[in-house]
């Protein structure tokens, strides 16, 4: 099928959110040069207070799929697209169904640095899931000491697939979890447990192209 690129973008969640990568075998990594608190596609804005993020430095951004809001930051998280062609092998109609092959690549890329697996059931919500997306669990996520370790999101259109995928090398709510305005939901998720990944982000972008199917 061909081999997979590696590229790299660096900007904004805006920016990158709004940009349209080829529809090809390919591992974007994301160097963010600003904190971005990003909401989902059919979040509310008013689920959040812009005012109290801007006063922490945090930009409100919006993606174009679906979930509750992704922290994002520079230093503390690692962010990575990868894309695919919609004749590529590893293209699956079933939507529910069709991001347990990366859950895989990622566990086969931490393979004898840290132990994950693959969440293989049905979708794991929580009160405050809508809000916080990392509040929920999703087929082909994947989980290290019973918490979340990646989160994957992903967008499809005729040409092919763009799974977001985000985790966190340093997971800490401080400070964008008090922009978020429903004082039970900001307190649920201040106490959210979430694993840390093992590798940095060129050690994980080396492994995940050696476990990428050929």
């Known amino acids: 099928m061909g081999e997979w690129m590696v590229e790299r973008w660096r900007g904004t969640a805006s ?92 566990v086969g890329a931490l393979a004898g640095v840290q132990d994950a697996v693959v969440h293989r059931g049905a979708y794991v919500p929580t009160d405050f899931a809508r809000t916080v997306c990392f509040g929920g669990l999703a087929l082909g996520e994947v989980v290290s000491g019973g918490a979340k370790l990646v989160g994957i999101s992903q967008r499809r259109t005729r040409e092919g697939a763009r799974f977001q995928c985000v985790a966190y090398t340093t997971w800490s709510t401080e400070p964008w979890v008090d922009a978020i305005i429903d004082p039970v939901i900001r307190e649920s998720a201040r106490a959210l447990h979430v694993a840390e990944i093992a590798v940095d982000i060129d050690q994980l972008v080396d492994r995940l192209v050696q476990s990428l199917p050929g």
């Open 15 to 106: 920016g990158f959110h709004e940009f349209v990568p080829p529809s090809r075998r390919a591992v974007w990594v994301v160097d963010l040069t600003e904190p971005a608190l990003v909401l989902g596609s059919t979040q509310s804005v008013d689920s959040v207070d812009s005012a109290v993020a801007q006063a922490a430095g945090v930009t409100i951004a919006r993606r174009h799929s679906g979930g509750g809001a992704v922290w994002l930051h520079p230093e503390q998280s690692v962010w990575v697209d990868i894309t695919i062609p919609r004749d590529d092998p590893q293209w699956v109609d079933d939507v529910p169904a069709s991001m347990g092959w990366l859950g895989d690549v990622f």
